[in-house]
Antibody, heavy 120, light 107 residues
């Protein structure tokens, strides 16, 4: 079935780095935009970044621009988020989600999330 | 960035009630508005896309309306499984944004 599975979360010190992965299955990964969304403990959803189906178009939220890098490997059906210069405020559950191309269909499949904790 | 403001932030209602949640954008977003439901400890679930289109598999008691800057999510007759937090999200601009959420609780 259609599935997204995140991995790579964990505990990291402020200023450190972490790489999240999202493995896709059950659909043609290369047909879809992909996005990262996060949710700090007890808070709402915050969009982080998205990447087009080919990887040629990428956007970031201002809060992570210059520190996070989104990428994808369509041959491996995988999405990534490289997170550098991590701060305490980056502590959150990170979700990957797919979005049909066209921009007006919402994010229709989500992973279960992976937890990132930034603390000394 | 486009700011999305939901109201109310929380709402108490009873099973069988009709409930409306509002989402306002800081500028016109045409119909590029989506609604999600999130239950504690779970990933969000897409309910409505393009302001008024019902996502496949979502019960018909959920409906969405609006365009431009003002949007509504309506649940026609609340069921026990509908108590959750609801978020709107715009995909009009290149920087997507969510509303702050509306927590729907049992009265």
């Amino acid at each position: 079935q259609v599935q997204l599975v995140e991995s790579g979360g964990g505990l990291v010190k402020p200023g450190g780095s972490l790489r999240l992965s999202c493995a896709a299955s059950g659909f043609t990964f290369s047909d879809y935009y992909m996005s990262w969304i996060r949710q700090a403990p007890g808070k709402g959803l915050e969009w982080v970044s998205y990447i087009s189906s080919s990887g040629s178009t990428i956007y970031y939220a201002d809060s992570v621009k210059g520190r996070f890098t989104i990428s994808r490997d369509n041959a491996k059906n995988s999405l990534y988020l490289q997170m550098n210069s991590l701060r305490a405020e980056d502590t959150a559950v990170y979700y990957c989600a797919r979005a049909p191309p066209g921009g007006n269909y919402g994010m229709d499949v989500w992973g279960q999330g992976t937890t990132v904790t930034v603390s000394s | 960035d486009i700011q999305m403001t939901q109201s109310p932030s929380s709402l108490s209602a009873s099973v069988g009630d009709r409930v409306t949640i509002t989402c306002r954008a800081s500028q016109s977003i045409s119909s590029y508005l989506n609604w999600y439901q999130q239950k504690p400890g779970k990933a969000p679930k897409l309910l409505i896309y393009a302001a008024s289109s019902l996502q496949s598999g979502v019960p018909s008691r959920f409906s969405g309306s609006g365009s431009g800057t003002d949007f509504t999510l309506t649940i026609s007759s609340l069921q026990p499984e509908d108590f959750a937090t609801y978020y709107c999200q715009q995909s009009y601009s290149t920087l997507w944004t969510f509303g702050q959420g509306t927590k729907l609780e049992i009265k």
